[in-house]
């Protein structure tokens, strides 16, 4: 497989605090990872230097093997634009929009032609079961129908790499599954790698491999195999205990 994320030695620090200290990492093309820690072991600060949104102090990040310290500010948005997609988990979503308007925004921002918008919007509204709520504001729809329309949003522009910051944080236990298991669903189908930060042990068990954070090192990491997903979320739960991680 191919390393569509490498870091060598990545450091951040925030004055004299240091919050990565030389994390050594590669994500595989198609993978899908979690990256779990208690609070401030630096999990939002690894994703945010990884997806070009804050710089790093030390070490390289490579992305679909360009250096990052290679490019400069115009290039590094133009490449979270066009190679990137996020599912936040407060949505941003925008009121005045339809849910069809908010999922195909990032492809009218590139001017993409309206044939091609709606035969990416087709194949996603059948994996994300969103067709009967693409004329309804987000106002008048669930949290989950809204998570859902955030990850349409995120995956329409074909991304390399799909961030997840705490998906599952705002939604029921219903609801997160359903998300969950579309998450999951859009990884297998598009092939589309993700990497999403969660405190939750269950969130994590849909991942194929789970990186812990702890102190801005990575202390562990594991992989599902063939384990299911109560399997490997039992083996999840046991490293937390051992590492001390926020659980929810």
Not at 32 to 39: N, Y
Not at 90 to 111: A, F, G, H, R, W
């Amino acid at each position: 497989m191919t390393a569509i994320i490498r870091t060598k030695n990545l450091s951040k620090s925030y004055g004299k605090i240091q919050v990565l200290k030389n994390i050594e990492m590669k994500i595989e093309q198609g993978e899908f990872t979690a990256i779990m820690g208690p609070s401030g072991s630096g999990k939002t600060t690894l994703m945010n230097t990884l997806s070009t949104i804050d710089t790093f102090n030390g070490g390289d990040v490579w992305i679909e093997g360009r250096s990052l310290l290679d490019m400069k500010k115009k290039a590094l948005r133009e490449f979270r634009q066009k190679r990137m997609g996020f599912i936040f988990q407060d949505y941003n979503l925008l009121d005045t929009l339809t849910v069809k308007e908010n999922i195909l925004l990032p492809l009218s921002l590139q001017k993409t032609p309206v044939g091609e918008m709606e035969q990416r919007l087709t194949q996603l509204i059948e994996a994300l079961n969103i067709e009967s709520i693409l004329h309804q504001y987000p106002s008048e729809i669930s949290g989950g129908q809204k998570q859902r329309t955030a990850a349409a949003r995120a995956i329409i522009t074909n991304p390399a790499i799909v961030f997840a910051d705490e998906p599952t944080g705002a939604l029921d236990s219903r609801s997160a599954t359903q998300l969950l298991e579309q998450i999951q669903l859009l990884n297998r189908t598009f092939k589309t790698t993700v990497l999403m930060i969660t405190h939750d042990s269950y969130a994590a068990s849909y991942s194929e491999r789970v990186i812990f954070l702890r102190d801005g090192k990575i202390v562990n990491e594991m992989f599902k195999g063939e384990q299911s997903e109560k399997e490997f979320f039992d083996r999840i739960l046991t490293i937390q205990s051992a590492i001390g991680s926020d659980k929810r």
